[in-house]
Nanobody, 115 residues
Framework: QVQLVESGGGLVQPGGSLRLSCAASRSIDIIYAMAWYRQAPGKQRELVARRTAGGSTNYADSMEGRFTIGRNNDANTVYLQMNTLKPEDTAVYYC?????????WGKGTLVTVSS
């Protein structure tokens, strides 16, 4: 099992930046893939970015070039750097881990992009 705790959400103006962090209760080196999803009000949860243990990454089309998923020096933490934020990026952002074929989720962190 693995527990995931997100942090870094908040209110930001359009065009601004935020960095979300996801702290895992065990080394992410043994986790097949970690990802960020988001869910906006009234919408389905969608993939934002995904990173495998080998370092391969993929992004949703609307986030490509604006968002970056990576790992901190702390081996247990994955971050999501979000730049040029838009009002439509407003959502609860969830950290996800795929460990031995099982899905694990954090409780989410709210990002609000508004002037």
């Amino acid at each position: 099992q693995v527990q995931l705790v997100e942090s870094g959400g908040g209110l930001v103006q359009p065009g601004g930046s935020l960095r979300l962090s996801c702290a895992a209760s065990r080394s992410i080196d043994i986790i097949y893939a970690m990802a960020w999803y988001r869910q906006a009000p009234g919408k389905q949860r969608e993939l934002v970015a995904r990173r495998t243990a080998g370092g391969s990454t993929n992004y949703a089309d609307s986030m490509e070039g604006r968002f970056t998923i990576g790992r901190n020096n702390d081996a247990n933490t994955v971050y999501l750097q979000m730049n040029t934020l838009k009002p439509e990026d407003t959502a609860v952002y969830y950290c996800h881990a795929d460990l031995h074929g099982m899905d694990y989720w954090g409780k989410g962190t709210l990002v609000t992009v508004s002037s």
